[in-house]
């Protein structure tokens, strides 16, 4: 588990970009942390939650619940500076937040946990709030473990993540993702597939015409055709 966060640390300091960043911890959440199936990041930006990085349609639909909702651990974590929250099974009713859990339920989640994310506490200066939040369908699959190994990749990931967090970065990540976001309903729409699917799609284009993704999903909502689809 050392070499393989020290690992995580060299690579996230080369990436170039808030999202490519994000791409990278999400991934390592899933390899690294026992029973996490799923992860996202979520950050609280000038008082608004948005959703930066998700693994699948289960973390982001999940999230954007919270986020609603204005209740749950991601939003507990990212809002109120807690530094870990955990709900081993989701089948269990829950009075910290009834809504979100009986939400949850019905996405198919089973046990989650959250962590704060790249904040200075000591730092009044410091806005932006976030979480690193980890989903599995089966209860009880997080255990004490994946805890602590999710921590340790939280702090990991916050510190590399504020080395590329700026005011201006976070902003173009937040707008970016937002454009992807509509990217991948006009496609889920047109061609009645999933969102994990939607995004493959996407995903491929980018790879195959060498385009960053947001400018695939720009050039799809502003002509309606994917780059390189025939």
């Known amino acids: 588990m050392a070499n393989a966060l020290a690992r995580l640390a060299r690579t996230l300091l080369k990436q170039p970009t808030v999202p490519a960043t994000l791409r990278e911890i999400v991934s390592a959440s899933i390899q690294l942390v026992d029973g996490c199936t799923d992860a996202s990041v979520m950050v609280v930006h000038r008082g608004g939650p948005?959703?930066?990085?998700?693994?699948?349609?289960?973390?982001?639909?999940?999230?954007?619940?919270?986020?609603?909702?204005?209740?749950?651990p991601c939003f507990t974590a990212a809002s109120h500076n807690v530094q870990s929250v955990r709900i081993t099974d989701m089948s269990r009713a829950d009075e910290r937040w009834p809504?979100?859990?009986?939400?949850?339920?019905?996405?198919?989640?089973g046990s989650m946990l959250a962590f704060l994310l790249f904040t200075d506490l000591a730092d009044p200066k410091q806005p932006n709030?976030?979480?690193?939040?980890l989903y599995t369908r089966d209860p009880g699959a997080l255990t004490d473990r994946s805890e602590q190994i999710g921590?340790?990749?939280?702090?990991?990931?916050?510190?590399?993540?504020?080395?590329?967090?700026?005011e201006e970065n976070l902003h173009a990540a937040i707008s970016s993702n937002r454009r992807i976001g509509e990217a991948t309903g006009i496609l889920?729409?047109?061609?009645?597939?999933?969102?994990?699917?939607?995004?493959?799609?996407?995903?491929r284009a980018s790879q195959n015409?060498?385009?960053?993704?947001?400018?695939?999903?720009?050039?799809?909502?502003?002509?309606?055709?994917?780059?390189?689809?025939?």
């Open 50 to 72: 948005h959703v930066l990085a998700a693994s699948s349609s289960l973390a982001r639909d999940c999230d954007e619940m919270q986020a609603r909702l204005g209740e749950g």
């Open 99 to 109: 809504s979100f859990v009986r939400g949850a339920q019905e996405l198919g989640v």
């Open 129 to 133: 709030l976030g979480s690193l939040n």
């Open 151 to 166: 921590w340790l990749l939280a702090s990991h990931a916050a510190v590399a993540l504020a080395g590329a967090n700026s």
């Open 188 to 203: 889920m729409e047109r061609h009645r597939i999933t969102g994990d699917d939607a995004f493959a799609l996407l995903s």
């Open 209 to 230: 015409q060498n385009v960053k993704l947001r400018h695939v999903a720009e050039q799809l909502i502003e002509t309606g055709r994917l780059p390189g689809a025939r």
